[in-house]
C-alpha cells in the first residue's frame, strides 16, 4: 500500500489558483459583469441584477459562499459559475 505523504495532490485545473493578497475583497462585484450562467456581457450601468439572454438573477457573493477563481483573470465567482463574472470565460468543466 504507497504511503499517503508521498503522493502528490490532484488538481482538476491546469495551474493550480493563486490565493487572494489580504488587500483583496472576495465579495466584489464588476460594474461590467457577464452572466455566470450563460456568459452573456451586460454594460448596462443600471443593470446589477438580471440576465437579458437567459433571464436568471445575479446571484449575490457573501457571507461564506463558495467561490472559484478564475485562471485568466484572477477573479473569483461562485463555485456554482459556468464563466466567470469578471472576464466572461467559461470555466472547464470538473472532470
Known amino acids: 500500500m504507497p504511503n499517503l505523504s508521498d503522493t502528490e ?4 485545473e491546469e495551474e493550480e489558483p493563486e490565493l487572494p ?3 483583496v475583497n472576495l465579495y466584489d462585484r464588476p460594474k461590467e459583469w457577464f452572466c455566470i450562467f450563460c456568459g452573456w456581457k451586460c454594460d448596462e450601468s443600471f443593470n446589477d441584477y438580471i440576465c ?3 433571464k436568471q438573477l445575479r446571484p449575490f457573493v457573501g457571507g461564506s459562499a463558495t467561490v472559484k477563481q478564475c485562471l485568466e483573470c484572477k477573479g473569483f465567482s461562485l463555485a456554482l459559475a459556468k464563466y466567470c463574472e469578471w472576464c466572461g ?3 472547464q468543466a470538473n472532470v
Open 21 to 23: 493578497s489580504p488587500n
Open 9 to 12: 495532490p490532484i488538481f482538476f
Open 52 to 54: 437579458r439572454e437567459c
Open 89 to 91: 470565460k467559461r470555466f
